[in-house]
Nanobody
Framework: QVQLVESGGGLVQAGGSLTLSCAAS????????MGWFRQAPRKEREFVAV????????YYTDSVKGRFTISRDNAVSTVYLQMNNLEPEDTAAYYC?????????????????WGQGTQVTVSS
């Protein structure tokens, strides 16, 4: 069992930056690929980014490439999402998730554990 708690959301103007954190507790953090998803009102939850267990590989959805950076620190069981040049379209609840897949899963069904989410609102 893994518990995930996100933090760092808030209200920011377009062009601004935020860093989200997701602290994990429970089973060995380094056993999981870690992903970020987001869900805007009346929309499906969508993939944002994922980082492999060994920190060596990352993968992003096209709309955030060059603006968002996912990272993790296995020593403190935390995954981060640095978000720069934010746009109003980035407004959503952001969720971190843990996957036992040894790769870069980008589909919700491959994730075993989810956090409760943190809200990001970008004003124009």
């Amino acid at each position: 069992q893994v518990q995930l708690v996100e933090s760092g959301g808030g209200l920011v103007q377009a062009g601004g930056s935020l860093t989200l954190s997701c602290a994990a507790s429970g089973r060995t953090f380094s056993s999981y690929a870690m992903g970020w998803f987001r869900q805007a009102p009346r929309k499906e939850r969508e993939f944002v980014a994922v980082i492999s267990r060994d920190l060596a590989r990352t993968y992003y959805t096209d709309s955030v490439k060059g603006r968002f950076t996912i990272s993790r620190d296995n020593a403190v069981s935390t995954v981060y999402l640095q978000m720069n040049n934010l746009e109003p379209e980035d407004t959503a609840a952001y969720y971190c998730a843990a996957s036992l897949i040894d790769g870069l899963p980008s589909t919700r069904i491959f994730y075993n554990y989810w956090g409760q989410g943190t809200q990001v609102t970008v004003s124009s």
